[in-house]
């Protein structure tokens, strides 16, 4: 079972959609995957159709220890693939895990229910370096970052960079970084491509080569409880994130 980390502090990049939309493709070529939606806001719980409100147990509970992972799992539309919801009490957990004993590995201790049943898990993260996403990144085997192409978001990359950095020396000695996904790209705009050649200039093969562009429908398959690779295949935005999943299935010696 290899676990990826799904992240970036600055919220709105694309870490949900890229997160389902590798899961998927992953699930296409027969791997067991497992999303763990460990944002509090529940963004990937309700892509994949799920009510966060109606939902019974999720990674809150497993966190606390009230559940086990494997209790918690849901299916989705597509097969070979299931998720670990949220729910808002998520937003509680930091706050009730503050003085667990090794509480940056409670996530990770968690997962190992995972060990035989699936290839794959990936950890849609929140948008801050905090305990929950310590956790993910104790639990990682590797990080994806998405990357919106927009002045600021350079300036976060290297904090980002940093604690990632900080994680790795603390807690979790093999962490690695898969890549770096640039999203949102806009070709109208010159902005766009004055980001993505300072962050190839800066990070070098680190950086994707597939690009997502801005596409209206990678925005509205989320509210159709879908992967954009399902709501709309022939899209520009799911050809786009075929593309990434065969660079970050390529790095796993999947294919």
């Known amino acids: ?115 035989s049943k699936t290839d794959y898990v990936l950890i849609d993260c929140p948008p801050s370096l905090n305990l929950l996403t310590i956790n993910a990144l104790c639990a990682a085997n590797s990080v994806i970052v998405p990357l919106q192409c927009e002045f600021l978001a350079l300036e976060g990359l290297a904090d980002l960079m940093k604690n990632i950095e900080r994680v790795k020396r603390s807690f979790n000695p093999a962490l690695k970084i898969d890549g770096i996904v640039l999203t949102m790209f806009d070709r109208r705009n010159n902005l766009s491509f004055m980001v993505e050649k300072d962050v190839r200039k800066f990070f070098g093969d680190l950086v994707y080569q597939t690009v997502i562009p801005r596409n209206v429908r990678v925005s509205e398959a989320p509210s159709h409880g879908k992967p954009i690779m399902i709501y709309d295949f022939k899209s520009v935005g799911a050809q786009s994130y075929i593309s990434l999943a065969k660079e970050v299935l390529q790095k796993q010696g999947e294919i």
Do not use: C, W
């Open 1 to 115: 079972m290899k676990t990826i980390a799904v992240t970036n502090r600055k919220g709105g990049v694309g870490k949900t959609t890229t997160a389902i939309n590798i899961a998927t493709a992953m699930a296409a070529i027969g791997k067991k995957v497992v999303l763990v939606d460990l944002d509090p806001q529940g963004n990937a719980t309700t892509s994949l159709g799920l009510n966060k409100n109606k939902i019974e147990f999720s990674i809150y509970d497993v966190l606390l220890g009230n559940a086990d992972v494997t209790d918690v799992l849901k299916s989705t539309l597509v097969p070979l693939f299931d998720i670990v919801p949220a729910k808002p009490d998520l937003a509680a957990a930091e706050v009730e895990l503050i003085g667990a004993p090794n509480r940056e590995k409670i996530l990770k201790a968690a997962l190992m229910r995972l060990e």
